[in-house]
Antibody
Framework: QVQLQESGPGLVKPSQTLSLTCTVSGGSITAETYYWNWIRQPAGKGLEWIGRIYTSGITNYNPSLKSRVSIFLDTSKNQFSLRLSSVTAADTAVYYCARERDLGSGSPTDYWGQGILVTVSS | SYELTQPPSVSVSPGQTASITCSGE??????VGWYQQKPGQSPVLVIY???KRPSGIPERFSGSNSGNTATLTISGTQAMDEADYYC?????????FGTGTTVTVL
């Protein structure tokens, strides 16, 4: 059974960089073809896709965040990570990591982490 | 940017059918997924590729997609189905989530 677990600071100061890691257990992040996603949700609001990285390392990012986002794999630790620079209070949200199984178009995002609350405040 | 619009809320009586719509330009040309999210929990995939159910999802959940509208249907709605539901589609390698619908089982 695949499990994903987010980790990182729960509090980040404005203008600094938010860094989160997702540890994958129950399977290798490079064993098959998957996309590894980051999604966030401000309190009381809807889901916002941040971006994803393919097993090969290719990335896709939300255009609204693209200038501030990077996602990368650490295959030695079976982890993938998110960095979001120049954060403001608007970046305060629960951040989820999730696995998307590559079936071509319409691939299912079938495993999600429990989420981690990140607050941007001085 | 591409947008997906859902009704804010849907109310249904136990045992009845709930229908949740998701509207977007030429949505029928794209695949749609649906996620259920209960308070304090992570989203759970209930439908992918318009109408496919992942393993473990009850048969009462079904989906369709045509024209500009995708629909998630919950037949024989149970109290445990009370949750927020989000549709999701892809547009130019960007995932877009719908605005979300709260389903209340009265």
């Amino acid at each position: 059974q695949v499990q994903l677990q987010e980790s990182g600071p729960g509090l980040v100061k404005p203008s600094q960089t938010l860094s989160l890691t997702c540890t994958v257990s129950g399977g290798s992040i490079t064993a098959e073809t998957y996309y590894w996603n980051w999604i966030r949700q401000p309190a009381g609001k809807g889901l916002e896709w941040i971006g994803r990285i393919y097993t090969s390392g290719i990335t896709n990012y939300n255009p609204s965040l693209k200038s501030r986002v990077s996602i990368f794999l650490d295959t030695s630790k079976n982890q993938f990570s998110l960095r979001l620079s120049s954060v403001t209070a608007a970046d305060t949200a629960v951040y989820y990591c999730a696995r998307e199984r590559d079936l071509g178009s319409g691939s299912p995002t079938d495993y999600w982490g429990q989420g981690i609350l990140v607050t941007v405040s001085s | 940017s591409y947008e997906l619009t859902q009704p804010p809320s849907v109310s249904v009586s136990p045992g009845q059918t709930a229908s949740i719509t998701c509207s977007g330009e030429k949505l029928g040309d794209k695949y749609v997924g649906w996620y259920q999210q209960k308070p304090g929990q992570s989203p759970v995939l209930v439908i992918y590729r318009d109408s496919k159910r992942p393993s473990g999802i009850p048969e009462r959940f079904s989906g369709s997609n045509s024209g500009n509208t995708a629909t998630l249907t919950i037949s024989g709605t149970q109290a445990m189905d009370e949750a927020d539901y989000y549709c999701q589609a892809w547009d130019s390698s960007t995932a877009v989530f719908g605005t979300g619908t709260t389903v209340t089982v009265l």
